[in-house]
């Protein structure tokens, strides 16, 4: 076949055009093509050489404080509460918060003796009703109907439970008196002899009936030589 003026032409027009586009485009080779540029032209940090750095920051340690274990111990006062054996008075100490009163007393001496101590009591719930101080003087009410429920016998037990439980539980109070409903009343005594009404009654009035009751004060006697003339054989002061 064969081909034409104008189609050579055309092939011709072709490769020229394919040849200027290979050098435009071309990765330029050779010393010549690269200039190097003076290291104080390079802006700074580009001619650096990169190094990774790993870092590791460790977490601070948590203060661990361990707080002192303190226990305050709760401060208890003793209080002498006086319970029966077979017709006598023992005190048995419980220990009460400080400050206690008359009425707390007498909460402790209806509740009766501790379990494990053997002992007995008169004083039932709801035989005191109230107490009052007034100059060291303690008034007790009692609940009528349940003090004569008391035999007659051991009512002198009963009250000397009471008194001595208070005169020697509160160190404020030295005496006490008993109402009933507010009025004044009489009492057996230690020596179970009836008190005057109203009158206030002291620990040594029951003291007889302790178990271990106190010795009787020694009396004043001189004693001398009946060969010695000079002097009184004896003397006694009543």
């Known amino acids: 076949m064969t081909r034409g003026p104008a189609t050579l032409l055309t092939a011709a027009a072709s490769l020229l055009a394919l040849a200027l586009t290979s050098t435009g485009c071309g990765v330029p080779t050779g010393e010549d093509t690269f200039s190097q540029i003076p290291p104080a032209e390079v802006p700074f940090g580009l001619a650096a050489t990169s190094t990774s750095t790993t870092t590791t920051t460790l977490a601070p340690s948590p203060d661990t404080t361990t707080a002192a274990s303190t226990t305050t111990p709760i401060r208890l006062d003793p209080a002498e509460v006086y319970f029966l054996s077979r017709g006598r008075l ?6 009460l918060p400080p400050g206690f009163s008359a009425d707390q007393v007498a909460d402790v001496l209806e509740a009766g003796p501790p379990p494990d101590v053997g002992l007995d009591t008169l004083i039932e719930d709801g035989l ?28 002198t037990e009963a009250i000397a439970q009471i008194v001595l439980t208070m005169i020697s539980s509160l160190s404020r109070i030295g005496l006490v008196n008993f109402t009933i409903e507010d009025e004044l009343i009489a009492v057996k005594k230690g020596n179970s002899l009836l008190s005057d009404v109203g009158e206030p009654l002291a620990y040594e009035d029951y003291s007889a009936l302790l178990v271990n009751p106190p010795l009787p004060p020694p009396s004043d006697v001189t004693t001398t030589d009946p060969d010695d003339d000079s002097q009184a054989s004896s003397t006694t002061t009543p």
């Open 128 to 155: 005191i009703v109230s107490s009052s101080e007034a100059r060291a003087v303690l008034t007790v009410d009692l609940d009528g109907d349940t003090f004569a429920e008391i035999p007659n016998t051991q009512q």
């Open 90 to 95: 023992q005190p048995v100490v419980i220990e």
